[in-house]
């Protein structure tokens, strides 16, 4: 019998035993794709591929944490075997670890396969995982160019399982809020949106030391990073993007550089680079990474002036969907600060938001307040004044604002919505179908591959160049 055949028998079982027919198993969170219900009778048997920071932290360790009640790790696989071994203790699991997937497919039974290795090797694990039947939930981006994409649609075509992206921007906050008051139709008709992002010279400057920087690998960060930018996009506008447009570069890293060393630790500019980040100040890097570069020299803490960085560094997209709502997005990666801003526009009025811009996050601080709390017996806490800022302006009047609670970790508090729906079917407060499926993965990162391929080749791209999928006027319809 083949492994495949032993697997879609399992996970028949799996369902049946768990109670509850397959129709009546899919959770009603919302339209996107959703896991069967956690069984009464059995933990879902879950492996994870790719045991780097993402694997074993959020994917590894949080979920044995916070729902090991409802699953158990019955694999871990990774091509290096000393991180899959490092990830084993630190997630404090006992089950087997493996360094050739096929492998792992063929011995062990799984129900839930999760996905988190370097970003153009994720088509592989989704199609063979589908193409067992197994659930599989991927990190962002889905993939990296038209080729996976379409062997991935049509992978999820024939499969009886499902393809869920961990789209966690979606759940956060703040998102959601701003899903829910374009619902609320708060600026009439949409019409266009303005995104800028700033990755600051610490986080922008890590994805140029190791395989991000590397096209090949990441397929640059209009796919890395943008991905989940676009998804928000496609998620707020409803609708699918058909033109694009794009501009970028390479300018400030890679090759820009005068001076160059072998990687932060060995490099003689240390006092000289501004950018010198000591890999081994923490053990868990040390750990996870250095311990392991012997196996597959995965260095993780190249020198970012590296020749070999081949993506862009500074990037502006235009973007048109279906429904003619126009959107103008751009990525910074060596910004003073971390932030980004947000405008909507609409026939009725404008919404606008934003993170992390110095001199409004100054003006947050109530100047009278600020004398109150020197001033009160009783101690006043000035975190009440933290907040995140959404403005709404109607046409032809003023405008309001509305104030919500500043929470930043763990993706805008996304993180844990997002599993919390996944493993539990726990439904996000305002739920907006933020379950996200292989439609949702496809075209945010036909967006990112659209933008590359039009600053490679200096015209627009349709998307319907890269893909059978027909884009919808109306997404949710
Ligand atoms: N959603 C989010 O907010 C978020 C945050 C961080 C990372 N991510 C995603 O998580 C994924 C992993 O990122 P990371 O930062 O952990 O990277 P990482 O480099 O720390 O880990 C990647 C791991 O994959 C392994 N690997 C590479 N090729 C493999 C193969 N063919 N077979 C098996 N293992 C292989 C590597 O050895 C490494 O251990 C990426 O896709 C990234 O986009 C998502």
Redesign the pocket.
């Known amino acids: 019998m083949s492994s495949g055949n032993q697997y879609s028998k399992d996970r028949r079982q799996f369902l049946i035993t768990s109670g509850s027919a397959i129709a009546g198993a899919v959770m009603a969170t919302s339209a996107g794709a959703v896991l069967a219900k956690p069984s009464m009778e059995r933990k879902r048997r879950v492996a994870l591929?790719?045991?780097?920071?993402?694997?074993?932290n959020?994917w590894g360790k949080n979920l044995v944490d916070n729902y090991g009640d409802v699953l158990e790790f019955v694999a871990l696989?990774?091509?290096?075997p000393g991180?899959?071994t490092f990830a084993k203790s630190f997630m404090n699991v006992s089950c087997p670890t493996f360094?050739d997937?096929d492998e792992m497919l063929e011995k062990v039974p799984l129900d839930l396969l999760l996905?988190?290795?370097?970003?153009a090797?994720?088509d592989?694990?989704i199609v063979k995982g589908l193409n067992h039947d197994i659930d599989v939930i991927t990190?962002?981006?889905m993939t990296t160019d038209e080729t996976k994409c379409a062997a991935i649609v049509n992978a999820q075509r024939k499969s009886k399982s499902k393809l869920i992206m961990?789209?966690?921007?979606r759940y956060g906050h703040l998102f959601t809020e701003l899903k829910d008051l374009l619902h609320k139709n708060e600026v009439g008709r949409l019409v266009s949106i303005d995104l800028n992002w700033y990755l600051n010279v610490h986080h922008g400057s890590a994805y140029f030391r190791?395989?991000h920087g590397e096209r090949d690998k990441?397929g640059t960060l209009l796919l890395?990073k943008s991905a989940?930018h676009f998804d928000l996009l496609n998620w707020w506008i409803d609708s699918d993007p058909v033109e694009v447009h794009a501009f970028g570069a390479l300018e400030f890293y890679g090759k820009n550089n005068p001076f160059r060393g072998k990687n932060c630790r060995d490099c003689r500019y240390t006092k000289k680079c501004q950018f010198y980040w000591d890999i081994n100040e923490t053990e868990f890097n040390q750990r996870?990474?250095t311990d392991n570069e012997k196996f597959?020299g995965?260095i993780?803490d190249n020198c970012l002036w590296r020749k070999e960085v081949d993506i862009f560094d500074k990037m502006v997209v235009q973007i048109r969907y279906a429904n003619n709502v126009q959107v103008s997005y751009s990525l910074s990666t060596y910004s003073p600060y971390e932030g980004f801003r947000l405008a909507f526009n609409g026939f009725d009025g404008r919404m606008e938001t934003w993170e992390g811009l110095p001199w409004l996050e100054a003006q947050q601080t109530d100047q009278s307040k600020i004398y109150e709390t020197g001033m009160a017996i009783n101690q006043h806490s000035l975190k009440e004044l933290d907040n995140f800022e959404i403005s709404i302006s109607e046409n032809f009047k003023g405008y309001r604002q509305i104030k919500l609670p500043y929470i930043r970790r763990g993706?805008w508090g996304g993180?844990k919505v997002m599993t919390d729906a996944i493993f539990r079917g726990i439904s996000p407060k305002k739920d907006y179908g933020q379950a996200a499926t292989v439609r949702d993965g496809s075209m945010a990162v036909l967006i990112g591959i659209a933008a590359r391929k039009s600053i490679d080749e200096g015209r627009m791209i349709k998307i319907t160049e890269l893909t059978d999928l027909k884009p919808k006027v109306k997404r949710s319809a």
């Open positions: 591929v790719g045991t780097g920071i993402r694997g074993t959020f696989c990774d091509i290096n991180r899959v360094t997937f996905v988190c290795t370097t970003d090797t994720h592989e694990f990190e962002k981006p961990g789209f966690n921007y190791r395989w990441s890395h989940h996870l990474y597959d995965y993780r993706h993180d």
